[in-house]
């Protein structure tokens, strides 16, 4: 029994044309010391410091109809003068963030996580919460509808009214999306699921529904009947060039182009859709794998300051292996378009000089300094621990199940830590995972991990996917379009051929920016830098449209003279061109495979 006083909350979508929302917080018995309230810096599964606080643009703290004066103690931090209570803090806060992190509100609709607007109360954390969320004041608003997984006290379905939290924990990991969403509802395995798209759109919802109904079916018997949560919701926001995901213990906030997701009448999931596809699965794995199978580091969160692990190899990197594997294992991707996006990832891999820098621990570990806060040397110093990890986790689950003739696999070793952690609510130490690995698969696991987490040395790509009769091609790029997965036409000797400037570029109106020179590459080798703009080439003006022609037309070894302008400075580069390196991946089935690297392919994707 909890029958300490609960802390009370109000939200409300208050002045749209400025962005602001009004929120509340009410605190029956104070600090007799002086209350103190903190907004966190930072929010869960998005490693890097936020620091919502500075979205807060008035606030102000009252008791039985007097003001209490408000003293701010950090960037923060405020502490309210001893009262006998209650105590409330109102706040203004400026939400002009449509990112699946933040916070957003304009007259067309509005969207909130809880970490931008509801205020900790120090030391009462544990507290129940109660909440209202209130509807806007207009009258041009009055079709405004409420989706979020927040479990409701009062309120109707989609309804404003009275929403409540066990605890402060609880109370942020909802996301709100207010307005006039597109909404859809399915059911997986006896748990209600709920689609609310919002922006504008030409969805086949009914598709959309269909689709994720046999994806989540499909990670609710993985993990294990019953699911973990009571209801589920996507809350889907559709723009015209967006792409991203936050996970949270019963829904997901999703961004995407409204181009990903499917037309009425088309048949086939194109590229784009699987693009959808592949997001929603991902924030869906992490229903099990981050929001209940965590890092002991996040066992509770602090959300004050940094959190370090050295886990998210396992907590992104395994969730990005299975958000694909997920769609073919369920029949929503065919074994070559499986494929042809593992050779992409592998390709990424490949054209990141920086893996030989930074290790996946330490990628892990710096998260919050590095993967977070890329600069234009990023590619040179940082290995992402997203795609890394999706190839840790495929080599080792093909080593496994390699090694134990198919009677093991990554899956039981997931599963494992879902019912040893997960399920019973305890957190995962640094070194778990690697001891829940070898005692599920009998095998001698830590020299490997020694090498694919804490080295920087190549992974046994092709060796791995060789077991499972799939080839491993790699090839030059047959141009910068060319993002790999896909075999070329023309033989490798004649790829090579092109010539490369071992940099990424960027068309800026008619100049091309050179983004990110890459280490040992020709850009660095002549003196190049990162922000450059390039603007002649053997004396011939270069702009975005014609460097690939002029690149086409020289060939590696060749010299040239590069003009560029550093800030307002024009100099001169001598340019000595490079082959194209082999970095581009394309993945076959071996159709002569034996039948045992057959078996193990049927094991693994779940199909011939
Ligand atoms: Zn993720």
């Not at 003068?81 to 609709?109: F, K, M, N, Q």
């Not at 997920?326 to 054209?351: F, S």
């Not at 001598?574 to 991946?585: K, R, S």
């Amino acid at each position: 029994m909890n029958d300490r006083p609960r802390i009370r909350y109000r939200v409300q979508p208050k002045h749209l044309e400025a962005h602001r929302f009004e929120t509340s917080c009410t605190v029956a018995d104070p600090d007799p010391a002086g209350q103190r309230f903190a907004l966190p810096a930072w929010i869960p599964g998005s490693y890097a410091i936020r620091d919502f606080a500075k979205h807060v643009v008035a606030i102000r703290a009252e008791s039985r109809g007097a003001g209490v004066s408000l003293t701010k103690t950090s960037k923060d931090t405020w502490r309210a003068a001893p009262c006998r209570g209650p105590l409330t803090v109102i706040a203004e806060i400026y939400a002009w963030d449509l990112s699946v992190r933040g916070a957003h509100l304009d007259a067309t609709h509005g969207f909130f996580n809880g970490p931008c607007v509801f205020l900790r109360v120090l030391g009462k954390e544990a507290r129940a919460c109660d909440l209202e969320i209130a509807p806007p004041p207009g009258r041009r608003q009055a079709g405004w509808r409420v989706a979020t997984s927040l479990p409701r006290r009062g309120a109707r379905a989609l309804g404003f009214g009275a929403y409540g939290a066990a605890d402060y924990d609880e109370l942020i990991d909802h996301p709100v999306e207010i307005g006039t969403f597109t909404h859809a509802t399915f059911t997986a395995c006896g748990v209600p699921h709920e689609i609310a798209i919002t922006g504008r759109h030409a969805a086949d919802v009914a598709r959309v529904a269909r689709d994720l109904k046999r994806l989540c079916e499909w990670q609710i018997r993985f993990f294990g009947t019953p699911a973990p949560m009571d209801r589920y919701v996507f809350l889907v926001t559709a723009v015209g060039d967006g792409y991203g995901g936050l996970e949270h213990r019963a829904s997901t906030a999703l961004v995407c182009s409204r181009d990903d997701l499917p037309r009425p009448g088309a048949k086939e999931a194109g590229e784009s859709y699987r693009t959808f596809l592949g997001l929603a699965s991902h924030e869906y794995f992490h229903t099990w794998n981050v929001k209940r199978i965590r890092p002991a580091a996040f066992t509770p969160y602090d959300l004050q300051r940094e959190n370090y692990t050295a886990l998210l190899w396992a907590f992104e990197g395994v969730t990005s292996y299975y958000d694909d594997l997920a769609l073919v294992r369920c029949g929503l991707l065919k074994p070559e378009e499986y494929l042809e996006a593992l050779g992409r990832a592998i390709t990424q891999l490949l054209r990141t000089p920086g893996r030989h820098r930074q290790t996946l621990a330490e990628a892990s570990w710096d998260a919050w300094i590095k993967y977070y806060r890329q600069d234009e040397n990023a590619p040179n110093a940082l290995v992402s621990y997203y795609g890394k990890g999706s190839l840790v986790a495929l080599c080792l689950d093909l080593h496994i199940r390699s090694r134990t003739a198919g009677r093991k696999s990554l899956d039981d070793v997931i599963v494992a830590l879902w019912r040893r952690y997960g399920r019973v609510g305890l957190g995962v130490p640094e070194d778990g995972i690697e001891r829940v690995a070898e005692e599920v698969s009998g095998l001698k696991l830590r020299p490997l991990f020694d090498k694919w987490l804490r080295s920087t040395e190549e992974l046994p790509l092709g060796p791995v996917l060789a077991a499972a009769g799939i080839d491993l091609e790699v090839r030059p790029a047959e141009g910068p379009s060319d993002r790999g997965g896909k075999p070329s036409a023309k033989p490798a000797a004649a790829l090579a051929e092109r010539a490369t400037l071992g940099a990424r570029t960027a068309g800026e109106g008619n100049d091309v920016r050179l983004t990110h020179v890459l280490d040992g590459g020709a850009a660095q080798r002549a003196g190049l830098a990162a922000g450059d703009a390039i603007v002649a080439l053997n004396g011939i003006r270069v702009t975005p449209r014609s460097l690939d022609a002029q690149l086409a037309r020289l060939r590696p070894a060749e010299r040239a003279r590069v003009h560029a302008f550093r800030r307002d400075e024009l100099h001169e580069f001598a340019l000595t061109f490079a082959a194209a390196p082999a970095d581009t991946c394309v993945l076959r089935v071996d159709k002569r495979a034996a039948v045992r690297a057959l078996g193990l392919r049927r094991g693994w994707l779940g199909r011939e």
